[in-house]
C-alpha cells in the first residue's frame, strides 16, 4: 500500500511521470465554466473519501484517493492548459487544493494500530513523510496563484496557504 502511494506521490507532484490514459484526458467541453463545474462534482464526491476503518478499509480508501486524486489533476491541469482567465487560474487553485486535501487526508487518516505501540508510530510517520511532498507542492502552486492574482483565485490561494501552515501546526504537536 505504501508502495503504491509514494509512487502515486512522486507523480502527483511532478517527480515522476505514469503513462497517459485516454479517459484522463478527455477533451475539455466547449465551455471552461462547465467544464470546471463538471469537474468540482467530481471533486467533491473525492473529498469526501475518508481514510478510516482497519488496514483493509483504509487501503481501500487510499486506492481510490489515489485514483480519483490522480484523474481529477491530469483534468484540471488540461483545464488550465486550455482555457482563458479566470479558470486557467481556478483549474491550477483545485490542483493544488487536490494536493492539499490529500495531504489533509493522510494526517487526518485513522491509525489502525494500537496507540503507543511501534507500529503506530511507524503508520503514522509513513503518512506525514506522504503527506509532506504534497503540501509543498501545494503550497508552490498557491504561492505563484497568489503572486498572480490579486482577485478572488489569489484570495483563495491565500487562504490556502494558511490552511497547510494550520495544519502543519496542529498534527506535529
Same mark, same amino acid.
Request: net charge negative; hydrophobic share 40%.
Given at each position: 500500500?505504501?508502495?503504491?502511494?509514494?509512487?502515486?506521490?512522486?507523480?502527483?507532484?511532478?517527480?515522476?511521470?505514469?503513462?497517459?490514459?485516454?479517459?484522463?484526458?478527455?477533451?475539455?467541453?466547449?465551455?471552461?465554466?462547465?467544464?470546471?463545474?463538471?469537474?468540482?462534482?467530481?471533486?467533491?464526491?473525492?473529498?469526501?473519501?475518508?481514510?478510516?476503518?482497519?488496514?483493509?478499509?483504509?487501503?481501500?480508501? !487510499?486506492? %481510490?484517493?489515489?485514483? /480519483? =486524486?490522480?484523474?481529477? @489533476?491530469?483534468?484540471?491541469?488540461? &483545464?488550465?492548459?486550455?482555457?482563458? *482567465?479566470?479558470?486557467? !487560474?481556478? %483549474?491550477?487553485?483545485? /490542483? =493544488?487544493?487536490?494536493? @492539499?486535501?490529500?495531504?489533509?487526508? &493522510?494526517?487526518?487518516?485513522?491509525? *489502525?494500530?494500537?496507540?503507543?505501540?511501534?507500529?503506530?508510530?511507524?503508520?503514522?510517520?509513513?503518512?506525514?513523510?506522504?503527506?509532506?511532498?504534497?503540501?509543498?507542492?501545494?503550497?508552490?502552486?498557491?504561492?505563484?496563484?497568489?503572486?498572480?492574482?490579486?482577485?478572488?483565485?489569489?484570495?483563495?490561494?491565500?487562504?490556502?496557504?494558511?490552511?497547510?501552515?494550520?495544519?502543519?501546526?496542529?498534527?506535529?504537536?
Amino acid at each position: 500500500m505504501m508502495r503504491l502511494a509514494t509512487i502515486f506521490l512522486l507523480t502527483l507532484c511532478g517527480c515522476a511521470t505514469t503513462p497517459s490514459d485516454a479517459s484522463v484526458h478527455a477533451p475539455v467541453s466547449p465551455t471552461s465554466s462547465g467544464h470546471f463545474e463538471e469537474l468540482e462534482v467530481v471533486y467533491r464526491a473525492w473529498d469526501e473519501i475518508q481514510i478510516v476503518g482497519n488496514r483493509d478499509a483504509q487501503e481501500a480508501a !487510499l486506492h %481510490a484517493k489515489i485514483d /480519483g =486524486a490522480a484523474q481529477l @489533476h491530469a483534468r484540471y491541469t488540461e &483545464l488550465a492548459a486550455h482555457s482563458q *482567465p479566470p479558470w486557467d !487560474l481556478a %483549474a491550477r487553485y483545485r /490542483g =493544488a487544493t487536490i494536493q @492539499h486535501r490529500f495531504a489533509a487526508a &493522510l494526517r487526518h487518516a485513522e491509525n *489502525p494500530f494500537q496507540d503507543g505501540t511501534e507500529a503506530f508510530y511507524l503508520h503514522r510517520d509513513k503518512l506525514i513523510e506522504l503527506a509532506i511532498p504534497m503540501e509543498d507542492a501545494a503550497r508552490r502552486e498557491y504561492r505563484k496563484i497568489a503572486t498572480e492574482d490579486r482577485g478572488s483565485w489569489g484570495a483563495k490561494a491565500r487562504q490556502g496557504l494558511r490552511e497547510l501552515d494550520l495544519l502543519r501546526l496542529e498534527t506535529e504537536k
